[in-house]
């Protein structure tokens, strides 16, 4: 029932929502509200805003039953009190219920001076407010793009296919697409969209111009299609109306245009201070400039109107007669239509009688500036909106001819075959196409990427690593030792050192000068031997400054008391955690940017019983806390008053993932710079519901599919289930609107990850759902988590691509070529051409190869010199397609070459004999060795028992390099070197 009433557009514009059975008498000193006792509670609040700001009060009666008549007396009484009181009402507006029935009787009967109020309330309503203009903004774009994207494609999809869809079918599909945004890639919600009107869809010889029209049951036919849509977002509407023209003659063609210039000529003449007939006299005198006064008058007595919380608002109607002149920031919408037009050259009936239609939402901005047109998402351009059939006869040229099927709106009629057309491309092809596109692009940012980052660290200078022996000091004197007695390791935990004996002296290490502790005991006499490794290594200061003394790199103390050097230990290594993770969590803290203070705000949204993680840390028994959404930021607090406070200038991506298949509701923030939480640095913050009880009690009792206490139990878990997901979702609502409403230049927004796109891998240690939302690629359920923004990726390599493999491996290379490569492992090939579809769709490279990569030497390589990295091809070296066809011309030069068919059958077994992971281009192992430099290594130091055993390990690999030496060398596929050259072996 959409109704257009001034009543209950005054209550969307003073309280945002409609309040039925509520009578509102506005003075000069008060307004008096009589309404149920919850909505009472509910408006309470506004009694301090509008006192502070207007200076008035608000009074609030309560309804009580059967006191009514009593309550609407006091109400008239407080009207006769005030001097010359004269009533304005809303005589046109009829109003049902008790209440109102009352209130006509009360009223009738007092008497009171009345005056129709209509005028004034439609006056208030004309000028927007920017939030108001940006509800209209949001309306015509869910109208245009609905036109766009789905009218346009049903349309061509009908005519092409020769359907038979009845107008009022297509005003219920429309009807569907603009209650659900998200089927067309609007991110609107839902519930904060309606109709205006319902969809009118009009063709066949049958047209009616006016709002009030409804739409036919006969079948959509192929001559002159007109399509009008009205859309409301938070209760402001738009409106939008387009002509489609099939088979088009020369005279529709002409009067089409001349239509379209008086339309534009009409948007252009809605400046401030103009008055509103200039529209419509604009409008006029182009048609009659063009030629085509027939069309003059045939036009609609009213080029467009007034829009808002009200549909039409019949004082700003845009005709002949209205003088009135147009302020900044209304809304308009300019509406040209012409009917009872013929057509002489058509031989069906249904299309010798047509109308043309034009509509756009507008706004008019300050200053004299052009209006602002909302709906330039449809396009109405005559090649646009015009189609030729063609009925199957071949054209002189035919290429031109396809051409014109494929990219613009020549149909082909009749049923063929994609084989017959040459420009047909399939999937594959057109994602092939795109991602050519996109390697061209990708080669050139990143060259302009990697100079800038070159000349920006030729200018900076290297921040010092390690800790200065200058920052350690355990004792100021000699006299600040503890005196001991017997000459034994001591420890001096409030000092944070190790008191260890040299020749005769107590000699003090700092805790921090310490690498390793262990004991060995002696079985012979109950003793045992304490050993100390120091950090003394050549980064140590002191080294730095005299390379050539010698410093200690080892302790060693023997004690006849095995307890005492146990204990002894113990201290040492108790002492050297605790000193590390505080030196740790200071680092940390140090690099923490400063957050704003939280601004508590006047409506606090809360959702309770939440878990956090990473955890607060603490004591004793873990405890849900409750979210609190401010006005800058969230708080987090525990009944412990434990707690963590974002803000919402420091959320760079908020997700919400309701639970489905999950056992939790998550609501997860992605930071921009990282916070403490506990002791840890974390740029992930994760607030979570569980929807169901994790832990279980088996009572070993067989169930029953049909038991009735199991069929009750699943019925609670899905209620609960349900409940948490809805109570989850109304606080995201609220805060969106809240971030919509007075931090509209954050662009915050909650993203919903789609399921339908996620695929199973593994990119830390156990195997996840890894999910696409519209910015990021996360998984939100396990921890260590995974934000993986799409802004950050350079190119993403698809590794181990096989026939013959269940799995293939991710590897995402960020545009930050110091970050490390993100694998994500063992992905279903079955999911392989979803992954790649959803890349080309958000505009990703990705490439394909038979093998691992070894990521670090490849991107210290390109990082050494980009330019060459890029006249080499730049990232073509991955292109598995294009080093497949170079290897097969290099094979096909040198068929003439052929030594013996016996060897090249057996090196072809052997080569087929090797398996998928050993024609692994790197061993994690040489990788991890190669990342370690001999500086960390000295620094680190090694212990006798440590040093033996290394030189173990390296006789034992070189004794096996002998003995593959000896055996027949075998000619490999996958024996690519890091970096994807092909190494090839003559004879």
């Not at 939440?610 to 525990?638: C, D, S, V």
């Not at 692994?920 to 033996?948: I, N, P, Q």
Request: aromatic content about 6%.
């Amino acid at each position: 029932d959409l109704r257009y009433l001034k009543s209950i557009s005054l209550h969307l514009w003073l309280f945002g929502y409609e309040l039925p059975d509520t009578l509102m008498v506005f003075t000069d000193k008060a307004l008096h509200i009589l309404t149920s006792g919850k909505k009472a509670s509910l408006l309470e609040p506004l009694a301090n805003i509008l006192r502070s700001s207007t200076g008035s009060e608000l009074k609030l009666v309560v309804r009580a039953k059967g006191q009514e008549e009593q309550q609407i007396k006091g109400m008239l009484d407080t009207i006769r009190g005030v001097d010359s009181a004269r009533l304005g009402v809303l005589p046109k507006e009829a109003h049902t219920g008790q209440l109102a029935e009352l209130w006509a009787q009360q009223l009738g009967a007092a008497g009171l001076d009345t005056a129709d109020a209509t005028a004034g309330f439609a006056d208030l309503f004309s000028v927007k407010e920017d939030s108001e203009i940006l509800n209209a903004k949001k309306a015509a774009f869910l109208a245009a793009k609905v036109m766009q994207s789905f009218v346009v494609e049903k349309i061509e999809d009908i005519i092409d296919k020769n359907k038979k869809v009845k107008h009022s079918k297509l005003s219920e599909m429309t009807e569907e697409i603009i209650l659900d945004p998200p089927k067309i890639g609007v991110k609107l919600k839902p519930e904060n969209v309606d109709i205006a009107y319902p969809p009118l869809f009009q063709s066949g010889g049958h047209y009616d111009l006016k709002l009030s029209a409804a739409c036919d049951d006969n079948p959509l036919h192929d001559g002159v299609i007109l399509v009008s849509l009205g859309t409301r977002y938070q209760s402001y509407c738009a409106n939008i109306a387009r002509t489609y023209i099939i088979n088009p003659s020369k005279t529709q063609e002409a009067q089409y245009m001349a239509l379209l210039s008086a339309h534009e000529a009409a948007c252009a003449a809605l400046r401030e201070g103009q008055p509103a007939k200039a529209c419509m006299e604009a409008a006029v005198q182009t048609l009659q400039d063009k030629g085509h006064h027939e069309l003059v008058d045939k036009l609609t007595k009213n080029v467009g109107f007034g829009m808002g919380l009200e549909f039409r608002e019949g004082a700003n109607s845009l005709n002949m007669k209205n003088d009135k002149p147009v302020r900044a920031g209304q809304v308009f919408t300019v509406s040209l239509g012409v009917s009872g037009l013929e057509r002489a050259d058509a031989t069906d009936s249904q299309l010798q009688t047509y109308a043309l239609q034009i509509a756009d939402t507008v706004v008019v901005k300050v200053d004299g500036e052009s209006p602002e047109n909302l709906c330039t998402a449809a396009t109405k351009a005559w090649d646009k909106v015009s189609y030729t059939l063609n009925d199957g006869e071949e054209e002189e040229d035919g290429i031109d001819a396809l051409e014109e099927v494929t990219n613009g709106n020549i149909m082909p009629g009749g049923k063929k075959l994609r084989s017959d057309d040459p420009n047909f491309m399939s999937a594959e092809q057109i994602r092939r196409e795109r991602q050519e596109q996109l390697e061209k692009q990708k080669n050139e940012e990143t060259l302009r990427r990697l100079t800038a980052q070159a000349a920006g660290a030729a200018d900076g200078s290297g921040d010092a690593k390690g800790r200065l022996i200058s920052q350690v000091q355990a004792y100021r004197n000699v006299s600040d030792m503890p005196a001991t007695r017997d000459l034994q390791v001591t420890v001096d935990s409030k000092a944070e050192a190790v008191l260890v004996p040299i020749y005769g002296v107590m000699v003090p290490i700092h805790i921090t000068a310490v690498r390793n502790v262990g004991h060995t005991a002696e079985q012979e006499n109950n003793g045992a031997i304490i050993r100390i490794s120091l950090n003394f290594g050549t980064t140590y200061e002191p080294a730095q400054k005299f390379p050539a003394l010698i410093f200690l790199k080892e302790l060693s103390f023997r004690t006849p008391d095995a307890k005492h050097a146990a204990r002894v230990v113990q201290e040492i290594k108790v002492l050297r955690s605790a000193v590390l993770q505080r030196d740790k969590e200071r680092a940390e803290r140090a690099t923490l940017v400063a957050q704003e203070k939280l601004i508590r705000g006047k409506r606090v949204f809360r959702l309770p019983d939440l878990w956090i993680r990473p955890g607060l840390g603490g004591k004793g028994r873990k405890m849900p806390g409750t979210l609190e959404a401010h006005h800058n930021g969230f708080r987090y607090q525990t009944p412990k008053n434990e707690g963590v406070d974002v803000m919402y200038r420091n959320i760079r991506y908020a997700f919400f993932q309701p639970a489905e298949k999950d056992m939790i509701t998550i609501l997860h923030f992605h930071l921009i710079n990282p916070i403490m939480i506990g002791n840890k640095k974390t740029k992930d913050v994760q607030f979570y519901c569980e929807v169901v009880d994790l832990v279980q009690t088996l009572d070993g009792g067989r169930r029953n599919m049909y038991d009735p206490d199991e069929i009750e139990e699943e019925q609670r878990e899905r209620e609960k289930r349900n409940k948490i997901n809805q109570d989850f979702s109304q606080f995201v609502k609220r805060v969106q609107e809240h971030w919509e409403r007075e931090l509209p230049d954050l662009q915050l927004e909650f993203d919903i990850p789609f399921r339908e796109l996620g695929f199973e891998g593994v990119p830390h240690r156990e195997t996840v759902m890894v999910l696409p939302t519209v910015n990021c690629l996360v998984e939100l359920t396990q921890m260590p988590f995974t934000v993986v923004a799409l802004n950050d990726i350079e190119i993403i390599n698809l590794e181990r691509v096989g026939f013959n493999l269940k799995n293939f491996d991710m590897a995402i290379v960020f545009k930050d070529f110091s970050r490390d490569v993100l694998r994500i492992d063992a992905i279903p090939s079955k999911k392989l051409d979803t992954i790649k579809e959803w890349l080309t769709s958000v505009k990703i490279k990705y490439y394909e190869s038979k093998m691992n990569l070894a990521w670090k030497p490849i991107l210290k390589h390109i990082l050494e010199d980009p330019q060459a990295f890029i006249d080499e091809g730049g990232w073509a070296f991955l292109d598995l397609d294009k080093s497949d066809g170079e290897e097969e011309e290099d094979e096909a030069s040198s068929e003439g070459f052929n030594p013996g068919s016996d060897a090249e059958d057996d090196e072809e077994e052997s080569s087929e004999d090797i398996s998928d992971e050993d024609a692994s281009v790197v061993d994690s192992e040489e990788v991890e060795e190669e990342g370690g430099s001999e500086d960390e290594e000295e620094s680190e130091g090694l212990t006798w028992e440590e040093l033996e055993e290394e030189a173990k390990r390296e006789d034992k690999r070189r004794a096996e390099q002998d003995s593959d030496d000896e055996r027949p060398r075998k000619k490999s596929k996958g024996g690519a070197p890091a970096g994807g050259a092909t190494a090839k072996r003559r004879r």
